[in-house]
């Protein structure tokens, strides 16, 4: 999302709506199951701007009865006048990016918000009418310990959220973090180190009635992030907006960053997708199946099957491969991964795909 600029925002307005009519046809045959306002500060848009978005979709297309809409949000944004105006057009779920309650580390992140504010911030929410709220947390940070990530997790178990997304810090390309990798190297936390973390988070928010359902994601009374649920059982999705990844069809996608071209393009009559993948169907299969073991139910095989097609022989050589070293668990109909299975998860991956 862009800064909270009046022109900015007319401009991807337009854009929302001229996109939405391209795929009108196709959207007006489908029921939405879930609708998520993510990446950036999509609430600097306004709830006028959101409710104008919901509309149009309902315009064109049907929603499932009690429909998921998210919308993410950073602390420092949220305030209680504001929550409750999105509650009011629709909003029914918030992922905030709380990241930590350890000021230090936040400083450490970039981050412009302080721990109270975090805290302050899920509580206007729930204030708001909006119980169901998830935050992202990280751990694996620079400068961190056993004794700061406790304090962050003890604070955590005590808010009203109903969802929790795990994350460790990876030191990706083109990042602020990258450009200082050696340095920051040299904080990180030992592997030993992380691997506590992980675990330690595992047993405080399960004791507290998080319970993990994939890797990274912890709900309480079953609040499942069906929006996420649908990326690792490879539901089809549709993105809208400058950099936004669509799965349609078997087919990847991703609009252009630049929201001057994505309008452009439009106002043209063409379609804003700049870059289109399509896996053939050996590797979409094994793909889709590395993907759904992230959840801890595992994968039921005759319905994988059903909807992907039949593994292919070497796919079921490595998956007894997989078995032997105790990083999953099988039988007749069932596949998931172990405790050490979660533990090395991208390894898991690797071999699979």
Not at 84 to 102: F, K, T
Not at 131 to 144: F, R, S
Not at 196 to 216: P, V
Not at 332 to 347: A, M
Request: hydrophobic share 40%; proline share 4%.
């Amino acid at each position: 999302m862009l800064p909270d600029k009046d022109a900015y925002k007319i401009q991807l307005m337009e854009g929302f709506q001229k996109e939405l009519d391209q795929w009108r046809s196709v959207l007006s045959k489908s029921q939405v199951a879930s609708i998520y306002f993510g990446g950036g500060t999509p609430a600097l848009l306004g709830a006028n701007s959101i409710q104008q978005i919901l509309s149009w979709i309902k315009n064109i297309t049907s929603l499932s009865p009690g429909i998921e809409i998210t919308l993410e949000a950073n602390p420092e944004n949220i305030t209680l006048p504001l929550m409750q105006s999105y509650a009011e057009v629709g909003i029914n779920r918030v992922s905030i990016g709380v990241q930590s309650l350890d000021d230090s580390l936040l400083a450490t992140l970039g981050r412009t918000h302080s721990a109270n504010k975090a805290i302050d911030a899920v509580h206007d929410t729930v204030k708001s009418n909006i119980h169901n709220v998830t935050i992202d947390l990280m751990y694996d940070l620079p400068g961190q310990d056993l004794t700061t990530w406790n304090n962050t997790l003890k604070q955590v178990v005590q808010l009203p959220i109903t969802h929790l997304s795990l994350y460790n810090l990876t030191l990706e390309p083109n990042t602020a973090f990258f450009k200082r990798k050696k340095e920051i190297s040299n904080l990180m936390p030992e592997d030993e180190i992380s691997l506590q973390m992980y675990e330690l988070a595992i047993e405080m928010l399960e004791k507290n009635n998080l319970i993990q359902y994939e890797i990274s994601a912890f709900a309480k009374n079953n609040l499942r992030s069906h929006h996420n649920v649908g990326y690792w059982t490879a539901r089809p999705f549709i993105g809208f907006g400058p950099s936004a990844f669509s799965y349609w069809e078997g087919k990847r996608f991703r609009n252009v960053p630049n929201l001057s071209q994505y309008c452009k393009k439009l106002t043209d009559g063409l379609s804003p997708i700049d870059f289109t993948e399509k896996l053939d169907p050996l590797s979409a299969r094994r793909e889709s199946l590395a993907i759904h073991l992230r959840l801890i139910e595992g994968v039921s095989l005759s319905e994988f099957e059903r909807l992907h097609g039949t593994l292919d022989p070497e796919t079921k050589t490595v998956l007894i491969e997989l078995e032997t070293c105790g990083f999953i668990t099988q039988n007749r109909d069932s596949i998931k991964l172990t405790r050490k299975g979660l533990l090395f998860y991208d390894t898991v991956a690797a071999d699979i795909i």
